[in-house]
C-alpha cells in the first residue's frame, strides 16, 4: 500500500495567520482527500484534491478558507488561512486508487491556534 | 443526511475475550462498509471490507458482519489482546469516491 508522508506533524499557530500542510505519496495515487478530526469526533472530509484543476469542496468547506493545490499525482498541499482557534484539529491527508478501494491514511498535522 | 452511530463509551474487556463493537447507519444503502484502526497520534489503518452481499468477512482474529436490513455492522476481535486497544472506526461508501466515517468506539483491553 502508498507510503504517505504528512509535514508539518503538529504546528501552533497564532490567530490570523496561515498554515500550509503538505502531503507526499511514495507512487502515483488517482484520488488524494483532506480530512479533518476534531477531539473525539469523526472524520469530516474537507475536500477532494483534483490533479491539475480546482478542489471539489463538500459543504461547510470553501476555497478561500482551505486552499488546496494537487501539481501531480503524488503531491498536494492544504492551507488552513486566517487561522482562529475553532480551526483546532487533526488534519489528515488520504488517498484511495479505485473506488473499491480502502483508503491509506497519513499520520496527520496536529494543528493547534492560539 | 447519512448518520453513522458508533458507541461512544470506550469497551473495556480481559485479554482473552471477544471484543464486540458496533456501528449503526441510516439514510443510506452503501454498497460496502469499512472498518479501520486508529491508535493516538497515528491516521487510521484499513482492517476489513464488507460488501452488501457479504454476510460476514473474516481476517485472522477478526470478524465482521454487515446486516443490510437492520442496517447495521458488528466487528468482533476474538481472543484480545492487549495490543488491540485503540479506536476502531467504521466506514460506509456513499458513491463517487466518498466514505463517511463515524466517531470510532475506544477499546481497552486489560492485561
Known amino acids: 500500500s502508498a507510503v504517505i508522508s504528512q509535514k508539518p506533524s503538529r504546528d501552533i499557530c497564532q490567530r490570523g495567520t496561515s498554515l500550509t500542510i503538505q502531503c507526499q505519496v511514495d507512487s502515483q495515487v488517482t484520488m488524494m482527500f483532506w480530512y479533518r478530526q476534531q477531539p473525539g469526533q469523526s472524520l469530516t472530509l474537507i475536500a477532494t484534491?483534483?490533479?491539475?484543476?480546482?478542489?471539489?469542496?463538500e459543504s461547510g468547506f470553501v476555497i478561500d478558507k482551505f486552499p488546496i493545490s494537487r501539481p501531480n499525482l503524488t503531491f498536494s498541499t492544504l492551507t488552513v488561512s486566517n487561522m482562529s482557534p475553532e480551526d483546532s484539529s487533526i488534519y489528515l491527508c488520504s488517498v484511495q486508487d479505485r473506488e473499491d478501494s480502502p483508503l491509506h491514511f497519513g499520520n496527520g498535522t496536529r494543528l493547534t491556534v492560539t | 443526511s447519512q448518520k453513522i452511530e458508533q458507541n461512544s463509551e470506550a469497551l473495556n474487556i480481559q485479554e482473552g475475550k471477544t471484543a464486540t463493537l458496533t456501528c449503526n447507519y441510516t439514510?443510506?444503502?452503501?454498497?460496502?462498509l469499512q472498518w479501520y484502526r486508529q491508535d493516538p497520534g497515528r491516521g487510521p489503518v484499513f482492517l476489513l471490507l464488507?460488501?452488501?452481499?457479504?454476510k460476514e468477512k473474516r481476517k485472522e482474529r477478526l470478524k465482521v458482519t454487515f446486516d443490510t436490513t437492520l442496517k447495521q455492522s458488528l466487528f468482533h476481535i476474538t481472543a484480545s489482546q492487549p495490543a488491540d486497544s485503540a479506536t476502531y472506526l467504521c466506514?460506509?461508501?456513499?458513491?463517487?469516491?466518498?466514505?463517511?466515517f463515524g466517531a470510532g468506539t475506544r477499546l481497552f483491553v486489560k492485561a
Open positions: 484534491a483534483n490533479q491539475g484543476s480546482e478542489a471539489t469542496y
Open positions: 464488507i460488501r452488501e452481499n457479504e
Open positions: 439514510n443510506y444503502s452503501p454498497a460496502y
Open positions: 466506514a460506509l461508501y456513499t458513491g463517487g469516491f466518498k466514505t463517511i
